[in-house]
């Protein structure tokens, strides 16, 4: 579990509450069943018509993707390949099948397993960028989820503001209620901007950079896998698996030049 993203989601829910506590103001204030219905409702109502069944059904799997942490150990990951690296100058590339089976990477696992198949390295290569690919525009899928959440939820805390009013507008019969009816009437804009900018909109950007953060990881596996089918030596391998594992997330593109040039 990522408590990070659940404490910054939880932080930025007690900035708000607290500091219209700290003007004087109530819970009770705040806690309005008929905006939460029409806002979240609606919020809800609007993602379903946008998205397919199938996209829909990702849901689960992008709230896991976001709150889910996992432990990557970079230099243990370099480590690994470098001496699988070693093990295939020795003994060949066959004696690395017990290496890839064992090892907990699924991504390295699959591309070792290739290696030992004996498959051209131009087709290992294509195979893995694929994969990464479609992992690449899943990920990106699961963020869409929540941007979109994040569009509509402002737009319907105005539409539940709007029907506040002309609920007001329409009883004005008794003016010593006007004050309250609009403060009420404007707590759908409050659900509908707090949420997209608290929830929605950063669990989508926590989304884009978990990926980017994966992405470039994969493109690293790459180019060992590459670089073992190719024979070079360890302490080249580790030389270059360093060198990209320092680089920016947003040199993605930059890191695949990296993968053509060891071929």
């Not at 907990?104 to 696992?109: G, H, V, Y």
């Amino acid at each position: 579990m990522d408590l990070i993203t659940i404490i910054g989601i939880l932080l930025g829910i007690a900035a708000v509450v607290g500091g219209f506590l700290w003007e004087g103001g109530h819970v009770a204030g705040l806690l309005q069943l008929t905006s939460a219905l029409i806002v979240f409702g609606g919020t809800i109502a609007a993602v379903l018509v946008s998205f397919s069944p199938a996209k829909l059904k990702t849901l689960p799997q992008a709230i896991s993707f976001a709150f889910t942490s996992r432990r990557q150990d970079t230099e243990a990951l370099i480590q690994d390949i470098a001496e699988m690296a070693m093990t295939a100058r020795k003994n060949g590339v066959l004696a690395l099948e017990r290496k890839g089976d064992a090892h907990e990477e699924p991504f390295l696992k699959e591309g070792i397993q290739l290696v030992v198949d004996g498959t051209d390295q131009q087709l290992v290569k294509q195979i893995m960028e694929l994969e990464i690919d479609a992992r690449e525009s899943r990920w990106e899928g699961f963020a869409k989820l929540f941007e979109a959440a994040g569009g509509y939820a402002p737009t319907m805390g105005i539409i539940g503001t709007v029907m506040g009013l002309i609920h007001v507008l329409g009883s004005l019969q008794e003016p010593t209620n006007l004050g309250p009816s609009i403060a009420l009437a404007f707590t759908a804009t409050l659900y509908g901007v707090a949420s997209a900018n608290l929830i929605f909109l950063p669990i989508a950007s926590k989304i884009k950079s978990r990926s980017e953060e994966e992405i470039q990881r994969m493109e690293m596996i790459v180019l060992g896998v590459l670089s073992v089918q190719n024979g070079d030596h360890p302490l080249l391998v580790r030389k270059k698996l360093e060198s990209f594992a320092s680089a920016d997330p947003k040199e993605i593109k930059a890191a695949r030049a990296k993968v053509e040039e060891a071929i």
